[in-house]
């Protein structure tokens, strides 16, 4: 089990990694793994199946058992100033994983420090009804802001790899860089090893997967039979972690594969007999609770609260998706977010809840045309695109986005102002956009609407799903041989 904070042991693994980079230069590259999505898939497997199945589990002693295995750390004060509001009473989970190969991890070989090579939100809606898992592809080039280290040192902001941010600033650095990413606010992060991944699944008593070839993959300790089958211990690592052997090679194919995976375990997890055997029950959370480490505020009333909450969380109500990226330019070899698709995305996830019922009233939109409104959209937050994906979306219904700029001092909600002659356009943009009370604005050029987006986001039409349908996601519930 890992230490608490503040009783570890000195690491001469990383305190030799320390003397190596102690000149500000930059880690050596990576060395080639096989397969780094096993590490998020058990650390997304272990969180989201303990906290469906927690609800089970009453008894007060037995909790501060489960309770007493958790490593925690305190990282709330290196996330940074800008944060996103929380909106609603979801809750958000960022799911790491650790490729340590102390301990228990040492029979995978030997490497200096700790990296995170992929990254999923785990987002949990208000009072239960739905889940998903959003991956975070771990070749995205992304805007990492600047980072605090525990020593205090600071990293500064950088365009590069999302995986870097833990790499070069721990658990922290992750967390500040996915907020900024999406303008989601996340509530925790779990973080799971190799070791973790395999006490899960065998407390599971193995996971369901199929495949369509026999594979026989010494490099990775994988020999199946094609078909449908149950893999456990070194057999259910070495199928999550192998590279080349199965789908067709790239990052992309694997992520589908491992959430497949992913949804194998939430569906045992939450099967009737799981969940009406207290041996078995106790078991699954002793080895989850074991294999996890936390920030310091996922306590036990924030868990006993969550469980409670998710008792009627099924296995069909939980999604995994994969952010919407395309090729990045400068590297065909990287990706990027789809600048509207992802936006679209994180909007959904910030705003899961219904719009209030009493809206403010807005002017009748009489016979304006969409084509007619002239807007100058302002991003007025630190999320790097909120107001381009904006204009898209106002693009896309329509309107003509005459404008597109960044507006300082930062707002914390969205507003919608218009100049002079302009209240009736502002009307007919307020009429796609529920919640915005048009307010006049008298500097403001005669004809135009302006939109200010604020830390609160673009409001949408109706009652917002959590994730819109995105190709290629996969539903927990469904046959693990679709599409074998």
Request: glycine share 10%; with cysteine; net charge positive.
């Amino acid at each position: 089990m890992q230490a608490r904070p503040g009783t570890r042991r000195p690491d001469p693994v990383r305190a030799r990694a320390r003397l190596l980079y102690s000149d500000g230069a930059p880690p050596p590259p990576e060395q080639p793994v096989r397969g780094r999505w096993w590490r998020v898939l058990g650390g997304l497997s272990i969180a989201l199946s303990a906290l469906l199945v927690a609800g089970s589990l009453s008894a007060y002693a037995a909790w501060r058992r489960l309770d007493g295995q958790i490593a925690r750390e305190d990282v709330r004060g290196r996330l940074g100033e800008h944060r996103p509001p929380k909106l609603n009473s979801a809750m958000n989970i960022l799911v790491l994983g650790s490729d340590s190969r102390a301990g228990e991890n040492a029979r995978y070989g030997t490497e200096i420090g700790q990296r995170s090579d992929t990254t999923i939100l785990l987002h949990l809606s208000p009072g239960g009804e739905k889940a998903v898992g959003i991956s975070f592809p771990r070749d995205s080039i992304v805007r990492i802001p600047a980072c605090k280290k525990r020593d205090g040192t600071t990293v500064p902001a950088r365009t590069d790899m999302i995986n870097s941010a833990f790499a070069l600033a721990g658990p922290a650095c992750t967390w500040q860089t996915v907020e900024s990413l999406t303008g989601i606010r996340i509530d925790h992060y779990v973080m799971v090893d190799f070791a973790g991944f395999k006490r899960v699944v065998n407390a599971l008593d193995g996971v369901e997967i199929c495949v369509d070839k026999p594979i026989d993959d010494p490099k990775a300790e994988l020999h199946l039979k094609a078909g449908r089958q149950v893999v456990r211990g070194d057999a259910a690592l070495g199928y999550v972690r192998t590279r080349y052997v199965l789908g067709d090679g790239s990052d992309l194919g694997r992520i589908k594969r491992q959430q497949a995976f992913m949804g194998s375990v939430v569906k045992k997890a939450t099967d009737r007999g799981m969940l009406t055997d207290p041996a078995r029950t106790y078991a699954f959370l002793s080895a989850a609770t074991r294999s996890l480490h936390t920030d310091d505020a996922l306590t036990l009333s924030v868990m006993q609260k969550l469980a409670s909450g998710l008792r009627g969380l099924s296995a069909g109500k939980v999604r995994f998706v994969t952010v919407p990226v395309r090729a990045y330019a400068p590297n065909p070899a990287r990706v990027e977010f789809a600048p509207v698709l992802s936006r679209r995305l994180f909007t959904a996830v910030a705003h899961d809840n219904a719009v209030p019922e009493n809206r403010p009233a807005v002017v009748p939109a009489q016979a304006v045309r969409p084509k007619d409104v002239h807007v100058a959209v302002y991003n007025a937050t630190y999320t790097e695109g909120a107001g381009g994906e904006a204009g898209g979306r106002l693009e896309e219904d329509g309107f003509d986005v005459v404008k597109v700029g960044t507006k300082r001092p930062v707002a914390a909600r969205t507003r919608l102002l218009f100049g002079p002659g302009a209240r009736p356009q502002a009307a007919a943009l307020a009429a796609r956009l529920p919640g915005l009370a048009p307010a006049a604005y008298a500097g403001g050029r005669p004809g135009r609407v302006y939109l200010i987006i604020g830390r609160n986001g673009l409001p949408a039409a109706g009652r917002t799903a959590a994730v819109p349908k995105i190709a290629g996601e996969i539903r927990a519930d469904r046959d693990v041989c679709a599409g074998a």
